[in-house]
Structure formats: C-alpha cells, structure tokens
C-alpha cells in the first residue's frame, strides 16, 4: 500500500468514527428525553381516578358559598358579555361609529361613503343582498368589504342595525 492510501484510510476511520460517536449520542439524548416525558394516561383510568376521588356529597358553605356562587355567576356573565362587540347594542350610530366610519367616511378600500350616488345601485340590489355582504363579506370592483366589518364579535342583528343606520343617514 502507499503511503497515501494509508492516510486516507485513516482519515476515513476518523470521520466512520467521529459519525458512530455522534449517533450514539444522540440515542442517548432520544433515549433521555423519551423517559423524562411522562407517558399518556388513558381517558378510561382517569375517570376510574376521578370517581375514586369524588366526594360522597355536596358541601354546604353557608352564607360565604352563596356569595362566591354569585360572585363567579356575575363574572361569567360579564365576561360572556365582554365576548360581545359593544356590549351587544343594537344601536347602529354605535357600531357605525366605532366600526364602519374608519372607512366608511374616508372611502378607505373603495368603501362607498355616505352619500347617494355611491349607494343608489347597492340599495338598487336589496336589502337581504346588502345585508349579506356585509355579514359574509363581499369582494367586488369598486373595493373589498370584510366579513362583519372585521370585527368578528358583530352579531347578525348587530351588522344589519349598521347597514340599516347607514342607509338611513345617506346625504
């Protein structure tokens, strides 16, 4: 053999072995990490635990229990009323406002503003269409509306109370 034959031989040994070393390495970082997560539980043996644990019966906490109930109900509902937009007014003035004048009163996006001649071929299409496309969004030549306004929390009645404000208010 020659001399250069031998030192890619053990060149090639080197990486053969750096690469072995590598690998076992990292079968061992698998291997740790496999036992350090804890394996699932089935559903069945945590209601088996749960049921287990239950309590024989209802605790009566007297006068302060009452008042945590109705403390935790009255947050429930506030909070079920924060999901709402505007506090679930159906007010259209509110939501034109705080919603649809950003570009409603600038024509931001080909908004049509508030004035006759950008309205008359919509009204022309009806009030259910109208309706429609501003629930569901419309995208057409002039510009693009999005669903609701872009405020998903808008409740139908919410979105046809607007439109129906709007067109009343048309100059």
Do not use: K, W
């Given at each position: 053999m020659r001399n250069y034959d031998l030192d890619f031989l053990k060149k090639f040994s080197l990486v053969?072995?750096?690469?072995?070393?590598?690998?076992?390495?990292?079968?061992?970082?698998?291997?740790w990490l496999h036992r350090a997560i804890p394996a699932?539980?089935?559903d069945a043996v945590v209601q088996q635990q749960l049921d287990r644990i239950a309590p024989a019966g209802d605790?009566?906490?007297?006068?302060t229990g009452a008042a945590a109930q109705a403390a935790a109900s009255a947050a429930e509902a506030a909070a079920a009323a924060s999901r709402v937009a505007y506090g679930g007014t159906?007010?259209?003035?509110?939501?034109?406002?705080?919603?649809?004048?950003?570009c409603h009163t600038s024509g931001a996006g080909g908004a049509p503003t508030l004035d006759r001649a950008h309205w008359d071929a919509r009204i022309a299409q009806g009030?259910?269409?109208?309706?429609?496309?501003?629930?569901?969004g419309f995208t057409g030549a002039a510009g693009v509306m999005p669903p609701r306004g872009g405020n998903p929390a808008l409740s139908d009645e919410q979105?046809?109370?607007?439109?129906?404000w709007m067109i009343e208010n048309l100059k």
């Open positions: 053969i072995l750096f690469l072995m070393l590598v690998t076992a390495g990292l079968i061992g970082v698998a291997a699932e539980v089935p605790v009566y906490a007297g006068a159906t007010d259209g003035s509110v939501i034109y406002q705080n919603l649809c004048a950003g009030e259910d269409t109208m309706d429609r496309h501003a629930i569901e979105v046809i109370a607007a439109v129906d």
